[in-house]
T-cell receptor, first 108, second 113 residues
Framework: GQNIDQPTEMTATEGAIVQINCTYQTSGFNGLFWYQQHAGEAPTFLSY????GLEEKGRFSSFLSRSKGYSYLLLKELQMKDSASYLC?????????FGAGTTVTVRA | EAQVTQNPRYLITVTGKKLTVTCSQN?????MSWYRQDPGLGLRQIYY???????DKGDVPEGYKVSRKEKRNFPLILESPSPNQTSLYFC????????????FGPGTRLTVL
């Protein structure tokens, strides 16, 4: 089975940086996804890591360490529109298993 | 436009009244899945399908049925809804390629009284 942990809530100031950690224990691993989900809306894809290291995409970066079962999503230059829930998801064969999500609140 | 659609978007019903939530995708994806999302529990998989006529249980299948008679459609059926099935439901689809993401429908908010 899968066990995926991430913090429940984080708060940060506009323009700051926030790092959302995700730890996982899985029976199979074919990559780790991060999704953004605004309240009441569908999750949207942010990033995918399958090899160790850092993937950078504009203001968002994601890191993976397979040996440690650890990933983080880094949000830089925070904007008010980044207030949302961020979901860590681990892929087995084809199935995605999700963490409970981290709600990020950006304050002015 | 490539998309996953769900209908209805909102539904209030009563215990025991059979209902169907439709899901359709226009991306020719083999894999489709249903999730429910509840506060503090995240997205939990109900059923999934690897292709036409191939379906399997996810983590929380009790009280739900699905069918996959056509590649584009994957309806979720609640034969006898109960209040504990009140939730936000998402349908998703993806290609059968390891690195491909899942694309989610807009969600169906279901309330069972």
């Amino acid at each position: 089975g899968q066990n995926i942990d991430q913090p429940t809530e984080m708060t940060a100031t506009e323009g700051a940086i926030v790092q959302i950690n995700c730890t996982y224990q899985t029976s199979g691993f074919n990559g780790l996804f991060w999704y953004q989900q605004h309240a009441g809306e569908a999750p949207t894809f942010l990033s995918y890591n399958v090899l160790d290291g850092l993937e950078e995409k504009g203001r968002f970066s994601s890191f993976l360490s397979r040996s440690k079962g650890y990933s983080y999503l880094l949000l830089k230059e925070l904007q008010m529109k980044d207030s949302a829930s961020y979901l860590c998801a681990v892929k087995g064969d084809y199935k995605l298993s999700f963490g409970a999500g981290t709600t990020v609140t950006v304050r002015a | 436009e490539a998309q996953v659609t769900q209908n209805p978007r909102y539904l209030i019903t009563v215990t025991g009244k059979k209902l169907t939530v439709t899901c359709s995708q226009n991306m020719n994806h083999e894999y489709m899945s249903w999730y429910r999302q509840d506060p503090g529990l995240g997205l939990r998989q109900i059923y999934y399908s690897m292709n036409v006529e191939v379906t399997d249980k996810g983590d929380v299948p009790e009280g739900y049925k699905v069918s996959r008679k056509e590649k584009r459609n994957f309806p979720l059926i609640l034969e006898s809804p109960s209040p504990n099935q009140t939730s936000l439901y998402f349908c998703a689809s993806q290609r059968l390629a390891v690195g491909d993401t899942q694309y989610f429908g807009p969600g169906t908010r279901l309330t069972v009284l």
